[in-house]
C-alpha cells in the first residue's frame, strides 16, 4: 500500500538541493484540463492563470501536507495516511473538503476490501 | 479508469512528488493518501476557477486573468494565498515584460547598429538572385 515518491533522478535534484521545476509543479496541461470543464464552452484561460493556478496548487499541497506531517511527527508515525490529510484539512480551516473527502475516504477503503477479498480471476 | 475521471485527474506521481518534498526523508506517504490529495487538489481547481469565472461572466469578459484568479481566492477566504500569488503575479509579470523587450531588442533592426546585426545564414545567401559581384582580383 505505502511507496516511496520520486525516481532517481528527482533524487540527484534533492541531493543537490535543487527542486527542478517539473517536480516543484504540477503539469500545466492537466491544470489547465481541470480548469477548461468549469468555464463556458465560449470562455479562455490565459497562460499567466494557468500559471498562477499552479503555483497555488503546489502551495495548497505543501500546506496540507506539512500539517498532516506534523500530526505524524508527533503520534510518531512514519506514514502519512488518508486520515491525516483528512484532518490536516479540518484543522486547517478546510472543513467544507475535509467531511466530503472522509466520504470519499471510506468508499475508497470500502473497495480496496473488496478488492482484496474478491481477487479478479485468472483464466 | 474512463475518460471522464482521467480528465479531472492530476497525475499522482507529480502530486506525490510534491508532497515528499515536504516531509522528513524517512517519512512515507500511503497510497490513499496521495489519492485523497490528489482528489482535494482537483476540488481546490474547479472552486477557485469556477468564482473567477463568474467574475469574468459578470464583467462581460471572455478570458481568466491571473488577477481573477487572485481575486477568486481572497474572495473564497484563502487571503494568504491571495496576497503571496499577488506578489508572484506581479513577478512574472516583470519577467514577461522583460522577455517582450528582449525579443524586440533582437527582432527590430531600428534597435541594432549595422555592426551587431548577425549576417544571413548561408542558405539566405544562396537564394539571393543578383549576388553582389565578388572582388577577384589576381
Known amino acids: 500500500m505505502m511507496d516511496n515518491v520520486g525516481g532517481s533522478s528527482s533524487n540527484i535534484a534533492e541531493?543537490?538541493?535543487?527542486?527542478?521545476?517539473?517536480?516543484?509543479?504540477?503539469?500545466?496541461?492537466?491544470?489547465?484540463?481541470?480548469?477548461?470543464?468549469i468555464l463556458p464552452p465560449n470562455a479562455k484561460i490565459s497562460k499567466e492563470s494557468k500559471e498562477t493556478m499552479q503555483e497555488c496548487v503546489s502551495e495548497f499541497i505543501s500546506f496540507v501536507t506539512s500539517e498532516a506531517s506534523e500530526k505524524c511527527?508527533?503520534?510518531?508515525?512514519?506514514?502519512?495516511n488518508g486520515d491525516d490529510i483528512c484532518w490536516a484539512l479540518g484543522s486547517l480551516g478546510f472543513d467544507d473538503y475535509a467531511e466530503p473527502l472522509r466520504r470519499?475516504?471510506?468508499?475508497?477503503?470500502?473497495?480496496?476490501l473488496d478488492r482484496a477479498n474478491n481477487p479478479p480471476k485468472r483464466g | 479508469m474512463d475518460q471522464d475521471v482521467q480528465d479531472r485527474a492530476l497525475p499522482i506521481a507529480n502530486v506525490g512528488r510534491i508532497m515528499k518534498q515536504i516531509?522528513?526523508?524517512?517519512?512515507?506517504?500511503?497510497?490513499?493518501?496521495?489519492?485523497?490529495?490528489?482528489?482535494?487538489?482537483?476540488?481546490f481547481i474547479s472552486f477557485?476557477?469556477?468564482?473567477?469565472?463568474?467574475?469574468?461572466?459578470?464583467?462581460?469578459?471572455?478570458?481568466?486573468?491571473?488577477?481573477?484568479?487572485?481575486w477568486a481566492l481572497s474572495s473564497l477566504?484563502?487571503?494568504?494565498?491571495a496576497e503571496a500569488i499577488g506578489r508572484?503575479?506581479?513577478?512574472?509579470?516583470?519577467?514577461?515584460?522583460?522577455?517582450?523587450?528582449?525579443?524586440?531588442?533582437y527582432e527590430n533592426p531600428q534597435n541594432q547598429t549595422q555592426i551587431n546585426r548577425a549576417p544571413p545564414p548561408p542558405l539566405l545567401l544562396s537564394r539571393v538572385e543578383n549576388p553582389p559581384p565578388t572582388n577577384q582580383s589576381g
Not at chain 2, 477566504?77 to 494565498?81: E, P, Q, R, S, W
Open chain 1, 15 to 37: 541531493n543537490s538541493g535543487i527542486i527542478r521545476e517539473q517536480d516543484r509543479l504540477l503539469p500545466i496541461a492537466n491544470v489547465g484540463k481541470i480548469m477548461k470543464q
Open chain 2, 77 to 81: 477566504g484563502f487571503d494568504n494565498y
Open chain 2, 48 to 70: 477557485v476557477t469556477g468564482e473567477a469565472s463568474d467574475k469574468c461572466h459578470k464583467e462581460n469578459r471572455k478570458t481568466v486573468n491571473g488577477d481573477d484568479i487572485c
Open chain 1, 73 to 80: 511527527r508527533k503520534e510518531r508515525r512514519k506514514t502519512v
Open chain 2, 88 to 105: 508572484y503575479l506581479h513577478i512574472y509579470r516583470q519577467g514577461e515584460r522583460e522577455k517582450i523587450n528582449h525579443t524586440k531588442k
Open chain 1, 104 to 112: 470519499y475516504l471510506q468508499r475508497y477503503r470500502e473497495q480496496e
Open chain 2, 23 to 43: 516531509l522528513p526523508p524517512s517519512a512515507k506517504i500511503s497510497k490513499e493518501g496521495k489519492q485523497l490529495m490528489q482528489e482535494c487538489v482537483t476540488e
